[in-house]
């Protein structure tokens, strides 16, 4: 059974906020936003917090499994670095605080902290919607081991089995450790995909006393997976706009305009290394040092069908098969420093800070060159004929063995050469301000701030050396926002930010697109009443992103060559969020999260004004969450109940889908806990037992949401 726990930080004095006692579901402080461990109710940024109590609660593997919780938080059930928040893309992870891109499972997550909107301070090169700060779990100068099993699936052949250990203690009175391990394996509802995954780490703390600190963490995660069969959604061209395929697509399960393709031997092979240090020293009452350094190393290789057809009617769809290393190698290094000044006063107190933030990313992709504009290899793919129409000797037998085709071509395609090497590197360096301000004996928090960024990036194929790329940009992104408590208990607050993006796009004459450059506020009220029984935030947003590309595939389809893109849209979203815990009795938890979009649509657009007004694809308008949690007491103590239930709107993508309105769905989990008896105090053990998807809801936006999926788990500690 979760229980109520301190989060262990370290105290400086004036500096830090000593964290609250949480709940299982609720975080008191955030360190994401300010990197000052502040209460929520005190920071005038809209901030959510996911507890690992809630996490282990919905027994989410992957984050983007309870992810979508969160206001207006949209995610992916296969593609985990999907991510979109306020309506645009969010692949700006952190991990502790450092970009990550890939791998984001649940091993060794304490929290999940997500702040909405654009953040400059500390976030100037980042997506618009907002920020995802995951939060590891940290060494303890307390002796405890943590055991935790789970088994189930949908089927026996599909069954998953999963397992987790860590320990934590101290090594002498100034050294303390954490080590953990874990492993997951088992089948899916898809033909042939097959799930290996295994994760290591350790941390290091050393605390010589209460002025400084040092960690050390190192984390690995090894994770094979096969693509299966891959589900093709048919589209045909309309007015150069691509148009999938009218309602008997979205029709139930016979789905007459969709194909199955795959094969056994395809694979999607993820490994990623991560190596941090963070050092915290107080130089004297009333100022800070913090320093971290980040290594991270992803290596993703990748042989699978391509998710895309082409048609020129309703007739039978060409699929375009690409394969090799899609995501490459990536190398990323980061580093950041900052002082923390505090001043006291009897009229006001100010917190200061300035910093130092350099990140540097190598992308090595092993692949195939560009030439006119295409990205390769490309083998087209008749499934009517079951044959290749550039190669007509090829003729597969289904499903497709994808491996043995693509070693046939011997090494060339008309895409390029075989084994080529895409290289890039970018670059974003950069120093950011920070003050807050505390004014009318503390009701009233002034904070302002900036980043000044400076990114870049080249890049060139090892086979095409004629073909380089070249993007720079540097400027000011601010930051200004104030809270007003109202009463002890209730705060207004509003906030102003901007951030910059690189624009990644650059069609096949060479032309780039300008830096993506945005600009949101937010305006709600926070609160803490009833003893701490209601908690939550309730609030009013508005971004605007400009500077955005689309696919431009009218004039691909004139020309015969892509890519092709529109430039200079500039889009706009707006709504309410609400971000509710509650707690109507002692025992009794309930958190409840709602969004709703006033507004989301294209809303100047140099190149194509006929764009103006066009909602933007894939946004479910509206969209809740409830999840509760029941402790029982008296005769049968140690039972917990619980579940909730997540509700989409339904989507109607008028650029991308010919006008079709997708329906909404929702999905249903529970959960039964029971902490078994045990005459050891130190020894605690738990059964428990997860039903996913109660109702084994479909949801058609995305042709792959899980069934129902029935999950035994036991843990352990000690």
């Known amino acids: 059974m979760a229980q109520d726990k301190k989060e262990e930080v370290i105290t400086l004095d004036s500096f830090s906020v000593e964290a609250s006692t949480l709940t299982s579901y609720r975080a008191a402080d955030s360190i994401s936003a300010t990197g000052i461990n502040m209460p929520i109710l005190e920071i005038p940024i809209s901030i959510s917090v996911l507890t690992g109590g809630r996490i282990e609660d919905n027994n989410a593997f992957e984050m983007h499994q ?100 860590s320990s934590t203690g101290p090594i002498n009175d100034t050294v303390a450790y954490r080590v953990g391990a874990g492993w997951w394996e088992g089948g899916d509802w898809h033909k042939d995909w097959r799930n290996r995954e295994y994760y290591v780490g350790g941390s290091l703390i050393v605390k010589p006393n209460d002025r400084f600190s040092i960690s050390f963490d190192i984390e690995h995660i090894d994770r094979d997976r096969s693509d299966g069969e891959t589900l093709v959604q048919p589209f045909h061209v309309v007015d150069g706009m691509r148009r999938h395929m009218p309602d008997s697509f979205f029709g139930g399960p016979d789905r007459r305009y969709t194909h199955n393709i795959g094969g056994k031997d395809s694979f999607r092979n993820y490994a990623s290394w991560t190596v941090e240090t963070e050092m915290l020293f107080q130089i004297t009452d009333s100022l800070v040092l913090r320093q971290a350094i980040n290594y991270s190393e992803d290596d993703f290789e990748v042989l699978r069908t391509f998710v895309t057809a082409n048609t020129s009617g309703f007739g039978d769809p060409v699929v375009r098969l690409e394969v090799g290393n899609f995501a490459n190698w990536r190398d990323n290094y980061s580093y950041d420093t900052a002082l923390v000044y505090n001043y006291q006063g009897e009229a006001f107190s100010n917190t200061f800070q300035a910093g130092v933030d350099i990140q540097k990313v190598n992308n090595t992709t092993p692949g195939f060159g560009r030439q006119n504009g295409r990205r390769g290899p490309r083998f087209m793919y008749n499934m009517a004929t079951g044959a290749f129409p550039d190669y007509p000797n090829k003729a597969p037998e289904y499903p497709l063995a994808v491996r043995s085709y693509v070693d046939s071509f011997e090494g060339q395609t008309r895409d390029g050469q075989w084994n080529d090497l895409r290289r890039r590197e970018e670059k974003d360096n950069g120093f950011y301000l920070l003050n807050m301000t505390d004014l009318i004996n503390e009701k009233l928090r002034v904070l302002w701030g900036a980043f000044y960024v400076e990114t870049s990036q080249s890049e060139r194929w090892e086979s095409l050396s004629d073909q380089k790329s070249f993007y720079e940009n540097t400027g000011w992104v601010p930051q200004v926002g104030f809270n007003y408590n109202i009463s002890d208990e209730v705060t207004f607050y509003s906030v102003y930010s901007e951030s910059v993006e690189r624009n990644n796009r650059q069609d096949v004459d060479g032309v780039t697109g300008e830096p993506i450059e945005s600009h949101g506020y937010d305006i709600g009220f926070k609160f803490d009443v ?121 989507e109607e993508d008028r650029q991308w889908f010919n006008g079709i309105r997708q329906e909404g769905y929702s999905t249903t989990d529970v959960f039964v806990k029971y902490q078994l008896p045990s005459h050891d105090e130190k020894f605690a053990h738990s059964l428990g037992l997860n039903i996913n998807n109660l109702f084994d809801e479909y949801d058609v936006t995305s042709n792959s949401q899980a069934p129902r999926i029935i999950y035994l788990n036991y843990s352990a500690d000690f």
Do not use: C
Request: proline share 5%; hydrophobic share 35%.
């Open 530 to 650: 009833a003893d701490s029984r209601l908690v939550g935030t309730v609030n009013y947003w508005l971004l605007n992103r400009g500077n955005q590309t689309e696919r431009d595939f009218a004039r691909e389809q004139m020309e015969g060559r892509s890519p092709f893109y529109i430039f200079g849209l500039e889009q706009e979203t707006a709504g309410f969020e609400v971000d509710l815990s509650y707690m109507p009795i002692e025992n009794w938890q309930m958190n409840f999260t709602y969004s709703y979009f006033t507004k989301y649509e294209t809303v100047a657009s140099i190149e194509n004004p006929q764009l103006i007004g066009e909602e933007i694809a894939g946004i479910n308008p509206k969209q809740f969450a409830l999840w509760t949690r029941y402790n029982f007491a008296d005769a049968i103590e140690g039972l917990s109940i619980g579940g909730g239930i997540k509700w989409f709107d339904d």
């Open 66 to 165: 309870i992810l979508d919780v969160i206001p207006t938080v949209r995610t992916a059930p296969r593609n985990e670095s999907s991510f979109t928040m306020r309506g645009f893309s969010a692949l700006t992870l952190y991990r502790n605080g450092h970009y990550r891109r890939q791998l984001f499972p649940t091993w060794n997550v304490d929290r999940v902290e997500v702040i909405k909107g654009p953040s400059a301070i500390f976030h100037g090169q980042a997506r618009p919607g907002g920020v995802i700060n995951y939060i590891t779990k940290k060494p303890s100068f307390e002796n405890s081991t943590t055991l935790k099993t789970s088994v189930g699936g949908g089927d026996i052949a599909n069954t998953q089995y999963r397992g987790e250990i």
